[in-house]
């Protein structure tokens, strides 16, 4: 069974880099929506125990949240293979998790790659 895991600054890049992919939930306590996208997230990480979930409370990680340029909670970051390929804030219902976590499974990272490639060259 999947559970989510706290990341922090320390831990938040080799989660990322060591895992094919990872979904961070940029959360506050204090933050309405955040507690309501809670149970959605913990309900699909549990169903995919093949993805690590990971949580970043913005209260504690100020430092990592302005280094991911976080402007609004909750925002929700999925990476593959090292690479951020999508970002948004708002808290999705579970519906829309489960998609979103289908099309990041079927993604062609070969091709993802050599997009970001051609992009960092300048093309």
């Not at 990592?64 to 925002?75: Q, R, V």
Request: charged share 20%; aromatic share 8%.
């Amino acid at each position: 069974m999947g559970t989510t895991i706290e990341l922090t600054q320390s831990t938040f890049e080799k989660t990322v880099t060591d895992n094919d992919i990872v979904l961070v939930d940029w959360w506050a306590s204090w933050c309405g929506p955040c507690r309501v996208f809670a149970p959605v997230f913990e309900e699909a990480a549990a169903a995919n125990d093949d993805i690590v979930f990971g949580k970043v409370d913005t209260e504690a990680e100020q430092g990592l949240s302005a280094m991911a340029g976080i402007m609004s909670i909750p925002t929700l970051m999925v990476f593959r293979e090292g690479v951020l390929v999508f970002s948004q804030p708002g808290a999705l219902p579970a519906a829309a998790l489960e998609d979103l976590i289908g099309q990041v499974r079927a993604l062609d990272m070969d091709e993802v790659h050599r997009a970001v490639a051609a992009q960092s060259s300048g093309d």
